[in-house]
Nanobody
Framework: QVQLVESGGGSVQTGGSLRLSCVAS????????MSWYRQTPGNQRDLVAF???????NHVDSVKGRFTISRDNAKNTVYLEMNSLKPEDTAVYYC????????WGQGTQVTVSS
């Protein structure tokens, strides 16, 4: 069983920045594909970015150039650096751990006001 604890959400104004963190338990973190998803009320959970075990990244078009996913295997942590935030980025952000099984964090709220 892997537990994921997210932090770093909050409320910012348009153009602001936040850094989300997700710490995973266990000793297989370095092998996991780590992802960030986001969800707004009444909608499905959508992929934002992922990073593979060997550090390759992919970001969806709507966040390219503004968000950056990274990982620190020594700290069992994945990050999402979010810059130039827009009101449409408002959502609950979840991290996902994928290494033979899938695990989700509890989510952290990000609110961007205009």
């Amino acid at each position: 069983q892997v537990q994921l604890v997210e932090s770093g959400g909050g409320s910012v104004q348009t153009g602001g920045s936040l850094r989300l963190s997700c710490v995973a338990s266990g000793n297989r973190f370095s092998r996991a594909i780590m992802s960030w998803y986001r969800q707004t009320p009444g909608n499905q959970r959508d992929l934002v970015a992922f990073i593979t075990a060997d550090g390759r990244t992919n970001h969806v078009d709507s966040v390219k150039g503004r968000f950056t996913i990274s990982r620190d295997n020594a700290k069992n942590t994945v990050y999402l650096e979010m810059n130039s935030l827009k009101p449409e980025d408002t959502a609950v952000y979840y991290c996902r751990y994928n290494e033979s099984k899938l695990y989700w964090g509890q989510g952290t709220q990000v609110t961007v006001s205009s």
